[in-house]
């Protein structure tokens, strides 16, 4: 394993994770042979911790280019790797946890995750995977079962480590108090527009590892502007610095001490996303990027369908947004 790593807790073992991942995930979930080949590049260039979920439908293609990658040589083993999927809210149920991370391992062609997570604090009504979701398929989380459930996939191995995403601190809070295994990760959106300070603070606190996803901003959405990498701020400082905008803020988020699983199908991107280590952002660039208004862009509202009458329905209690 390499791209710097972090030591990640996860109950009495400790264990490296690369700092910087692959992102895998990105809405329509189809799978094409341009996505299939980007993982290969990305183990080319030397990514080695890559990030999914039973959500994106990439798993299959993702085990069949780990698979590819052995055979090729790009690896000597599985554990170069570093491989995360998640529990999506339909399997969000005591008894379908184990199966669930049965059928991602199969999936995967893999005997275990290093990292699994729970991929939003809500549970769904069992049934197939649809997205965008109906507001009427949401169902109270059992919390405290579903995290055994989690805690029974780290005893038998299957991960190595388990973790949360999208957790608020409150969701944090209610976990930890019935948790025999202290969640290592909490996946959350992040970057220099949406910098999470008090959940950041949180987690170190309480020794949760902090994973940033969309560090750039996320995926274009047709119509909405892309606020990272249009930030005039960020713009200003990749100019004085001669760095991309992109690298600044993935910088930004390093200094943070937090990890980041970023997409790129792009080969030249890819390498461009891994330039961050070598360099260094002052306290004047900090005090600059700490001054950007915020806003966040994935919230709980956001997984429905625009026909979905938004103000009917009340999921403040499933929402993952905070000050
Ligand atoms: P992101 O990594 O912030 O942004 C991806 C977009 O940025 C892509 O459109 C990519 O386009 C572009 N890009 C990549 N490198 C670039 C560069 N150097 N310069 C300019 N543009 C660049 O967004 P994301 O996909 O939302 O997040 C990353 C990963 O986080 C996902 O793939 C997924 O694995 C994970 N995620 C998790 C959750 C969760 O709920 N846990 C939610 C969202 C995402 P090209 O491909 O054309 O380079």
Redesign the pocket.
């Known amino acids: 394993m390499s791209i710097t790593e972090v030591a990640l807790s996860s109950s009495s073992t400790t264990r490296a994770m690369p700092v910087l991942g692959m992102?895998?995930?990105?809405y329509p979930f189809t799978v094409d042979a341009k996505k299939k080949l980007a993982i290969r590049h990305a183990i080319e260039l030397g990514y080695r911790h890559f990030?999914?979920a039973s959500l994106y439908q990439f798993e299959p293609a993702l085990g069949e280019a780990i698979a590819e990658a052995l055979h090729l040589g790009l690896i000597n083993s599985r554990s170069d790797l570093f491989i995360t999927s998640?529990l999506w809210c339909t399997d969000a149920h005591p008894d379908l946890v184990l199966p669930a991370i049965r059928e991602t391992l199969r999936n995967l062609k893999l005997d275990y995750l290093d990292l699994y997570l729970i991929?939003?604090p809500m549970s769904l009504k069992p049934g197939a995977c649809s997205f965008p979701i109906k507001s009427e398929d949401i169902v109270p989380l059992d919390l405290k079962s579903v995290w055994g459930a989690m805690e029974e996939c780290q005893r038998l191995g299957l991960a190595k480590s388990i973790g949360v995403?999208?957790f608020t601190r409150k969701k944090i809070a209610e976990l930890l108090q019935t948790a025999k295994i202290p969640p290592a990760v909490n996946?959350v959106e992040l970057n220099p527009v949406w910098q999470q300070k008090n959940l950041r603070e949180f987690c170190k606190e309480k020794g949760i590892h902090v994973i940033a996803?969309?560090?750039?901003?996320?995926?274009?959405w047709p119509g909405s502007k892309n606020l990272v990498?249009e930030s005039e701020v960020l713009n200003d400082i990749s100019k004085a610095k001669g760095k991309?905008v992109?690298q600044v803020s993935l910088r930004w988020i390093y200094e943070q001490g937090a990890s980041m699983?970023?997409?790129?199908?792009?080969k030249e991107?890819m390498k461009?996303?891994m330039g961050i280590f070598d360099w260094e952002l002052s306290e004047e660039d900090h005090l600059k990027i700490s001054q950007i208004p915020q806003c966040k862009r994935?919230s709980t509202y956001s997984l429905l369908s625009p026909q979905e009458s938004r103000n009917s329905i009340d999921l403040l209690d499933v929402d993952i947004v905070e000050d």
Not at 23 to 26: A, P, S
Not at 261 to 266: I, P
Request: proline residues 3%; without cysteine; hydrophobic residues 25%.
């Open positions: 992102g895998t995930g990105g990030d999914t998640k991929h939003w995403s999208n996946q996803y969309s560090p750039l901003g996320g995926q274009a990498l991309t992109a699983v970023v997409k790129s199908l792009n991107r461009e996303n994935i």
